[in-house]
């Protein structure tokens, strides 16, 4: 079993930036990948972005590349998503996930999940 807690969340003005966490605990798998995915009201839930674990290779959905960094802490176990130039349009439940497929980007290839952290950007 796969425990994930995020934190991070917040109330920030556009062009501010926020940084979440996710902290993993319990049995992974010995090569997986943790992804942040979000979800706005009345949207599908979107992926984000996705490292792999083995080595820290990421990935970014277009609409984040060059505003969003994704680390790791392999000592601690935790994800950091850095966000900056944050948008409107970034106003999101935001997710942490773990696959057992590195390359992994829907939501039905994530079998662990957070509990979710708030993101509210304001105008």
């Known amino acids: 079993q796969v425990q994930l807690v995020e934190s991070g969340g917040g109330l920030v003005q556009a062009g501010g930036s926020l940084r979440l966490s996710c902290a993993v605990s319990?049995?992974?798998?010995?090569?997986?990948?943790m992804a942040w995915f979000r979800q706005a009201p009345g949207k599908e839930r979107e992926f984000v972005a996705r490292i792999r674990w083995s080595d820290g290779r990421t990935y970014y959905v277009d609409s984040v590349k060059g505003r969003f960094t994704l680390s790791r802490d392999s000592a601690k176990n935790t994800v950091f998503l850095q966000m900056n130039s944050l948008k409107p349009d970034d106003t999101a439940v935001y997710y942490c996930a773990v696959s057992n497929r590195v390359v992994a980007v829907r939501a039905t290839d994530f079998g662990s999940w957070g509990q979710g952290t708030q993101v509210t950007v304001s105008s």
């Open positions: 319990g049995r992974t798998f010995s090569n997986y990948a």
